[in-house]
């Protein structure tokens, strides 16, 4: 949806948006787009090939039509070949990030629908449990949310690398630690294109765990990286490091928490050594033009009670707070892809 609308149009714009997702998700989740591609067929054909009652059925697919979901052409309808790749079900598809967010914003919405007492209890009555990863004894966080939930950070993550590399010039130092680095694939793809840099990643158990078995089929940078299992706050960090990641993680927690460990983290670097922050960040006051990271931060009230994106001046404070002696936020040259804007390279000098 575009909000162009002022005044009471907007409103009524606004209203409409959860109805427009709905029809999205739920012809998706019917699979109408794979019925259409696989035979064109009048919207008559369609209903009778389904089995529906006529009612809802035609109510749903026109409004797939009106939407632009689907096409009429002549009497057969199809899918426009722009959205086929992301809608239609095939064994053998490349798995793309807004497919994946078609199933997963079915469970996130389904766990926003009271989001008044969201926002009452800041977060604590939700019953979002996709990616529950909060815990305090690391150990305690289930293999298959680990799995589920790195399937998607793992798929995310080498455009994000690409850029990082871009951006900031690992070359000048000897040995990385990623934290909260996942299955490490972040680690690996920094180690990979920086010759002569070691590499090791810190994350809860089961990621880990999955990391090690990933990284086994990586013969040729598994040499060079170290896996970590443990708890960013309190496991001792490696010594001789000379630059520190941090990835989609710092906005997991609160200042409370990050300050912290931004302050441990400069304890094990050497006098200019790099903490490098890597994150999306909210311009310095809410604008039209982030709509789509403001929005993305409702689905944050769900998620946890303490995730929250930062300003750039708000991790440059938390940063010079922890003790660091210089902070730079660099602007990369491009977003990594397409719903990842905004994202800035925070560079803190020891
Ligand atoms: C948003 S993901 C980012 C993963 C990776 N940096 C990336 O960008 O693909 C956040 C990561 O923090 C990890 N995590 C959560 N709590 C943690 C803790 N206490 N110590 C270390 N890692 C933790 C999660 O398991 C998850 O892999």
Do not use: N
Request: glycine share 6%; hydrophobic share 40%; aromatic share 8%.
């Amino acid at each position: 949806m575009t909000v162009s609308a002022r005044g009471e149009p907007l409103l009524l714009e606004l209203l409409d948006g959860f109805l427009q997702t709905k029809v999205l998700i739920t012809a998706y989740q019917l699979d109408l787009f794979t019925m259409v591609a696989r035979a064109p067929r009048s919207p008559a054909e369609l209903r009778a090939a389904l089995g529906w009652p006529e009612r809802s059925t035609t109510i749903l697919v026109d409004a797939c039509v009106a939407l632009g979901l689907l096409e009429l052409e002549g009497e057969a309808l199809r899918v426009p070949d722009e959205l086929a790749p992301f809608l239609v079900r095939t064994p053998d598809r490349p798995f793309r990030t807004t497919t994946y967010l078609l199933d997963y914003y079915a469970e996130v919405y389904r766990a926003l629908d009271d989001m008044a007492e969201l926002v009452r209890s800041d977060g604590a009555s939700s019953s979002f449990g996709l990616r529950d990863y909060f815990k305090d004894d690391v150990a305690q966080v289930e293999a298959e949310v680990a799995r589920e939930y790195s399937r998607y950070m793992d798929q995310t993550i080498a455009p994000i690398a690409k850029v990082v590399l871009e951006t900031y010039d690992f070359g000048q130092h000897r040995s990385l630690l990623d934290l909260c680095g996942g299955t490490g694939t972040f680690c690996a793809a920094i180690v990979e294109a920086t010759p002569g840099l070691r590499g090791a990643f810190l994350d809860v158990p089961a990621c880990v765990e999955l990391g090690r078995q990933q990284l086994a089929q990586r013969p040729a940078v598994a040499g060079r990286i170290t896996p970590i299992a443990g708890d960013a706050f309190t496991t001792p960090l490696p010594e001789g490091l000379d630059v520190v990641t941090i990835c989609r993680a710092a906005m997991d927690w609160g200042d409370e928490r990050i300050e912290p460990l931004y302050r441990r983290v400069r304890q094990a670097l050497p006098p200019g050594g790099r903490l490098v922050v890597v994150e999306r960040m909210l311009p310095d006051r809410p604008c039209p033009e982030a709509r789509s990271l403001y929005l993305r931060s409702v689905y944050f009230l769900a998620k946890s009670r303490s995730t929250r994106y930062r300003t750039p001046a708000g991790h440059v404070a938390l940063l010079q707070r922890a003790g660091f002696s210089s902070v730079e936020v660099r602007e990369p040259p491009r977003a990594p892809y397409a719903v990842f804007q905004s994202m800035k390279v925070v560079v803190a000098r020891a």
